[in-house]
């Protein structure tokens, strides 16, 4: 065991100038540093040889972000927005939706694929709502320039982020450190199950609290796949049990990856939210709204802590579902908004009560309870090209050996 003096010793600034902390105990400088913003944090790492240590240990990352997720103030303030096209961009948490005015900029954050010419194009148009001559509401094609670097956001969680390109390449990377790792492909984990296109198949990442794990869930048409980044190896852990054909990223929350299937029951079709355990791997179900108008184009989104259902294509509609009480049925809520969409996702709730959506494409700034909204204007980000986004929250978790046993001390 080491003594005192030698992580006094360790404590020492370089030069034999003054201990930056003399005596102060490590378990103190711990607890002081994980109050610190992240970033902060990656500057602090050549200070000196104690510093170092503390803030590169994997249990160090485990305690910044666990007080992060026990502190709502904490939590507020370590939230990010990435938004995702033919590169990744940031956006200060605080700044969206807070009443900081309606002109935001993102930042174009260092990442692995940064102007990779291999990518194929797959973005070309999406639908929005707009007006007519009459003023009434209208749907729109709006073309975008072809990227050929297009990144699909497949999830987001404790500050890594899921991100997978249409040749069926997936990376987890953490924008708050620019750590990255590459997963490997089924073909490689598993000879003979070729990786297919990350488009037209069912995706879903979180954190199995059970085993310590991240894990990313796929559903390639009826076979369920699961990769591990303790081993760093996907494996199949069954057949997807119904016919429904998902083709959406699934949204994580206690612990599980929720989707909306439709199953036929009494001749008649019927919406289900289906919940994949991430600690034990197996389906359950939960009823979706009784009276809901239900149909192919619906997906999970979260809002304040709260599963939704919401539209996401073909038709416009003013209203979306809130289960305000997970697990129980009839806390399902219908609510009403005062503009049409065509496809919506919540983000996250800002410090003065208005919501942040994604909005056919856009950023909405909206109170519920004034039902009033605010367009948000997006800097930073090529005009003509569209954008998909989700929050992130800034920690010190790294995707790089992430099961070495010897990096958890």
């Known amino acids: 065991m080491e003594s005192s003096r030698s ?5 020492q600034p370089p030069g034999g100038a003054e201990p930056i902390f003399p005596n102060l105990p490590e378990e103190i400088i711990v607890e002081i540093f994980s109050r610190l913003p992240a970033k902060s944090l990656g500057r602090f790492r050549c200070v000196c040889k104690l510093w170092l240590s503390i803030i590169s240990s994997a ?41 900081y005015g309606d002109r935001i900029v993102a930042v174009e954050l260092e990442h692995p694929l940064k102007a990779d010419p291999t990518l194929s194009d797959s973005k070309d148009y999406y639908f929005k709502v ?8 209208v749907m729109v094609r709006v073309d975008v320039l072809p990227s050929t670097n297009w990144f699909e956001i497949l999830g ?7 991100i997978g390109m249409d040749e069926g390449t997936f990376f987890l990377f953490n924008p708050t450190t620019r750590k990255f790792k590459r997963i490997p492909t089924t073909e490689e984990s598993l000879p003979g199950s070729p990786l297919g296109s990350v488009v037209g198949n069912a995706h879903g990442f979180g954190f199995d609290s059970v ?35 998902l083709i959406d990223s699934g949204v994580f929350l206690n612990g599980a990856i929720h989707w909306v299937v439709s199953i036929e029951e009494e001749e008649r079709g019927k919406s289900v939210v289906i ?54 049925d009839d806390s399902w809520t219908k609510v009403n908004i005062s503009f049409p969409y065509i496809c919506m996702k919540p983000l996250y709730m800002g410090k003065n009560g208005e919501s942040l959506l994604l ?12 039902d009033r909204y605010r367009e948000l204007e997006v ?29 958890q001390n």
């Open 7 to 11: 992580k006094n010793q360790r404590n």
């Open 59 to 99: 249990q160090f990352a485990k305690t910044h972000l666990e007080l992060a997720l026990q502190n709502k103030t904490l939590y507020s303030e370590r939230q990010r927005l990435i938004l995702s096209s033919h590169s990744l961009y940031s956006v200060d948490g605080e700044v969206v939706g807070c009443g």
């Open 130 to 137: 707009s007006e007519d001559e009459d003023d009434n509401p």
């Open 156 to 162: 987001s969680c404790n500050g890594l982020v899921c």
């Open 211 to 245: 085993s310590d794990d991240y894990k990313l869930v796929r559903i390639d048409v009826d076979v369920i796949l699961v990769y591990s980044l303790r081993t760093d190896s996907w494996r199949v852990v069954g057949n997807f049990p119904y016919e429904h054909y």
């Open 275 to 328: 919940v994949f355990d991430l600690a034990d791997e197996i389906f359950r179900e939960m009823p979706a709204p009784d009276d809901a108008d239900m149909g192919s184009d619906i997906v999970m989104g979260i809002l304040n802590g709260c599963l939704c259902i919401l539209h996401c294509r073909n038709n416009m509609h003013d209203y979306f579902w809130m289960m305000r009480d997970y697990g129980m």
């Open 359 to 370: 909005v056919d494409g856009e950023l909405l700034s909206y109170n519920f309870e004034k």
């Open 379 to 407: 800097h930073g980000i090529p005009s003509g090209v569209g954008f998909e986004a989700d929050t992130y929250l800034e920690s010190l978790v790294s995707p790089v050996d992430y099961g070495d046993k010897r990096l």
